[in-house]
Nanobody, 123 residues
Framework: QVQLVESGGGLVQTEGSLRLSCAAS????????MRWYRQATGKQRELVAA???????NYVDSVKGRFTISRDNAKNTVYLQMNSLKPEDTAVYYC?????????????????WGQGTQVTVSS
């Protein structure tokens, strides 16, 4: 059973920083893309940042220059360093990954989601 477990959310003041972590565990053979999404109350879930297995990254325009996504392939973990936080960054943040694992006796790629971690930025 593959799981993604996030940590690092919390309450921070405007211009503060937080670092989110998401660790994948279970019978994992390979991980391709890893991503962070967020969903604010009353809004659709949006892709915040993504990183390939080779380390190439991209960001939504609203976080460019403030957020940095990285990954440690040896630990099956993706991080999101968030600096200069703004109240509009307040949301539940979810990690997402494409993982190759053994399912029902065969190797399959599947998209997995974490449970989400709350980030609240006070003004």
């Amino acid at each position: 059973q593959v799981q993604l477990v996030e940590s690092g959310g919390g309450l921070v003041q405007t211009e503060g920083s937080l670092r989110l972590s998401c660790a994948a565990s279970g019978s994992i053979f390979s991980i391709n893309g890893m991503r962070w999404y967020r969903q604010a109350t009353g809004k659709q879930r949006e892709l915040v940042a993504a990183v390939t297995s080779g380390g190439l990254s991209n960001y939504v325009d609203s976080v460019k220059g403030r957020f940095t996504i990285s990954r440690d392939n040896a630990k099956n973990t993706v991080y999101l360093q968030m600096n200069s936080l703004k109240p509009e960054d307040t949301a539940v943040y979810y990690c997402n990954a494409d993982i190759l694992s053994r399912l029902s006796g065969s190797m399959r790629w599947r998209e997995y989601w974490g449970q989400g971690t709350q980030v609240t930025v006070s003004s």
